[in-house]
Nanobody
Framework: EVQLVESGGGLVQAGGSLTLSCAASGFTFGDYAIAWFRQAPGKEREGKLC???????????YYSDSVKGRFTLSRDNAENTVFLRMNNLKPEDTAVYYC????????????????????????WGQGTRVTVSS
């Protein structure tokens, strides 16, 4: 059974930090690139917004302008886990965070996948909630 399980969410004050984890099972993790999306409360019409992605190898990353310089995405292929380190959190970072995986091997191994909602990702997690208080 394929699973992506996010954890590490919670309540934090503005300026604080959290590290989200995404644990994968049921597929060959090292052949899959990972992206993180978030959906803010009250903004369901906007849908999920992609904030960061990482290549299957871990060498290539992408960050949206909203998180660049504050968030760091990394992965441990031996542990089938991806980590999203979030520093200097702001109230506008409050959202449910989702990780997603897409098969991205061969010539794409070191490239981060496209980071937008319309891209055809293969698997999604159930999300973890992050609340940043002001």
């Amino acid at each position: 059974e394929v699973q992506l399980v996010e954890s590490g969410g919670g309540l934090v004050q503005a300026g604080g930090s959290l590290t989200l984890s995404c644990a994968a099972s049921g597929f060959t993790f090292g052949d899959y690139a990972i992206a993180w999306f978030r959906q803010a409360p009250g903004k369901e019409r906007e849908g999920k917004l992609c904030i960061s992605s990482i290549s299957s190898s871990g060498d290539g990353t992408y960050y949206s302008d909203s998180v660049k310089g504050r968030f760091t995405l990394s992965r441990d292929n031996a542990e089938n886990t991806v980590f999203l380190r979030m520093n200097n959190l702001k109230p506008e970072d409050t959202a449910v965070y989702y990780c997603t995986a897409v098969y991205y091997s061969g010539g794409w191994y070191s490239r981060p996948p496209p980071c937008y909602a319309g891209f055809d990702y293969d698997y999604w997690g159930q999300g973890t909630r992050v609340t940043v208080s002001s």
